[in-house]
């Protein structure tokens, strides 16, 4: 079928059919030729890396698997001069310290509570992360209420003793509260059924949860000085992540207000923050922060960074949540004013899902940086996994050649797992949401 | 420069007018882009608004829901003045449907989702009903069929039809219309000017920009012609083709019209 220039004038007689694509060379031999060796510079590179690989991966195997010890109860299975092996991984040295890197220094007859506590978090975090789970609202619920309770009462062992002085505080607050929304009801010149209902709901909340944490459940007390390891690690990010995401976006839109006091404040603060480093901000935190409260509040010493953590990277977040939230086209923010929705509406409805999902990638990456942040509170005098490592590399019943590498070797392979399982799970909702919804 | 319509009507506020421009001036900067404009529509009218390009047609109507602020002058919508009260601002964007060049579809919802959204949030009307409403209208517009896809899988004109339903759903009393047909693809500007044309026919007040002369003469009770932020010439579409008066105007005309 010719349509060539030469013929002045062309009329398709008959519909030309799909036809498949030309059947090209396909399968292995093809792949490598095509991707490794398509030119003198690229079979250079290959050849270069292959080396490398060579040269690298086969001593780290040997290291790590081949010739580590396995098993041992102290250093003699890891010298060579006491009988054992000592050119490779001393694992025998964490299977005898797992408990401590787990729990820190957490009373050892109740570390069955801690262990409750993962599970309770596992469960938490599967629900509202697995994108088809039944009922996420309940699972929403449980994790940001009911958890954080349980986690409470579990880990400090509850009963928080509060005096009577204190309910009879809890009660006047809970009058103000309630006459403060009736009285905004009433200016608003709005119903004043729901606000009564809505006021009464928060200072309901906020008095079970109070009443929970002083019930006495007979748990012994443990005392967050004893706390460390993995606990110490992944309550310090969990609590940084779920609390830096919504701070973050907040900020974020704050930065963007048009009320300059708004926006000033947001400024200042995001840029104070990511103006100095993390280990500044835990340091004011631990030593300042009890110097501007008043003198018979203390905050507790795991607390302090813990609040140094989620602040530091909800400035992050926010000039993340902000860049996704420039990306925004106007006509979106059009398109929902036309409609007569309001701000709130038009931000929570419209304009958010649509600005995170564009900025998933930054939002995972500033999770996956503050989960290796938390070993900085290390600094504070906070047992994480790193600095219980740490402290036991230097235990004389374990010194050994090896224990220092094998220890960090530990260390790299449980920050990878956790930072490698964000990264992958944010991958799949992003190709999961990018289905859906092709533009 | 105003005409006369205007002076008889434009003063007595509580005419039974759907939209009146009284004395209106906007400023973007130092740039004076809405000049003395005065316009009073009824309820029913058709008015097409055309001009050339940066001639504020576009920033006149967006004045009209308040996606644009006036900075001099009186916008009165369906017996709500426009100021600066959030309250009002919403009651007339309520009550004002606009549909965009560019569509504006809210890509992360389904076409059903779209049409819901806004009369279950502000009007706070049961979902159910929400969706009875929003498939009544898909089908007004021809594509209920496509009610569960997302507004990305949809041809131009497809697209631009959902954002006419997704108006409608919310009952609006006044429509206006930015340059509807000038994203499209030739083949899709019949679609979208039919559903605009069956829309007028059922008596709804509309405003639209647009340079779609031939929609003009059929629906329009009168056509606007705008240059440099100013109402230029203003007449039925019979007497504004046949006979313009404006120098301008009559050169504007002769550059669209082969």
Known sequence: MSTTVDIPRFVRAKQVEALPPPNLARGPIAWVRENLFSGPFNTLLTLVVFYLLYVSVPPLVKFLFIDAVWSGTDRAACRADMGGSETGACWAFI??????????????????????????????????????????????????????????????????????????????????????????????????????????????????????????????????????????????????????????????????????????????????????????????????????????????????????????????????VRGGLQAMPKGQYEGAMSLGLNYPQMMILIILPQALRIVIPGIVNTFIGLFKDTSLVAIVGIFDVVKTIEASRIDPNWAAPTIGLTGYAFAALFYFIFCFGMSRYSLGVERRLAAGQKR | MTSQAVQTSAIDPKAEAAVQMIDVHKWYGEFHVLRDINLSVRRGERIVICGPSGSGKSTMIRCINRLEEHQKGRIIVDGTELTNDLKRIDEVRRDVGMVFQHFNLFPHLTILENCTLAPIWVKKMPKKDAEEIAMHYLKRVKIPEQANKYPGQLSGGQQQRVAIARSL????????????????????????????????????????????????????????????????EMNTPDEFFKNPQHERTKLFLSQILH
């Not at chain 1, 009564?196 to 200072?203: D, F, P």
């Not at chain 2, 509807?180 to 500007?189: F, G, K, W």
């Not at chain 2, 044309?197 to 709804?204: F, I, K, N, S």
């Open chain 1, 95 to 320: 299977r005898e310290k797992l408990g401590y890197f787990t729990y820190g220094s957490y009373t050892v007859s109740e570390r069955w509570r801690v262990d409750i506590f993962f599970a309770l978090l596992a469960i938490g975090v599967g629900w509202l992360l697995w994108l088809k789970a039944p009922r996420r609202d309940l699972g929403a619920v449980y994790f940001f209420w009911l958890f954080p309770i349980l986690s409470y009462i579990l880990l400090t062992g509850g009963n928080s003793d509060f005096s009577g002085r204190f309910w009879i505080g809890f009660l006047i607050f809970g009058v103000l509260l309630i006459a403060l929304f009736a009285f905004v009801a009433a200016i608003l010149k709005t119903s004043l059924r729901p606000a009564l209902i809505i006021a009464g709901g928060i200072v309901a909340v906020i008095g079970i949860t109070l009443a929970l944490m002083d019930i006495d459940f007979g748990l012994r007390h443990v005392p967050t000085s004893l706390w460390g390891g993995i606990l110490v690690t992944l309550l310090v990010a969990t609590v940084g992540i779920v609390f830096s995401l919504p701070f973050g976006i907040l900020l974020a839109l704050g930065r963007r207000s048009k009320l300059p006091i708004v926006r000033m404040a947001s400024v200042i603060f995001i840029e104070f923050v990511r103006g100095v480093p993390l280990i500044t901000v835990l340091i004011m935190a631990n030593t300042m922060l009890p110097l501007f409260l008043p003198g018979d509040m203390t905050v507790d010493r795991l607390l302090r960074p813990l609040i140094g953590t989620a602040l530091f990277a909800s400035a992050y977040m926010a000039e993340v």
């Open chain 2, 169 to 232: 759903c919310m009952s609006p009393k006044i429509m206006l219309f930015d340059e509807p047909t000038s994203a499209l693809d030739p083949e899709m500007v019949k679609e979208v000017l039919d559903t605009m044309v069956g829309l007028a026919e059922e008596g709804m007040t509309m405003l639209c920009v647009t340079h779609e002369m031939g929609f003009a003469r059929q629906v329009a009770d009168r056509v606007i012609f705008m240059d440099y932020g100013q109402i230029v």
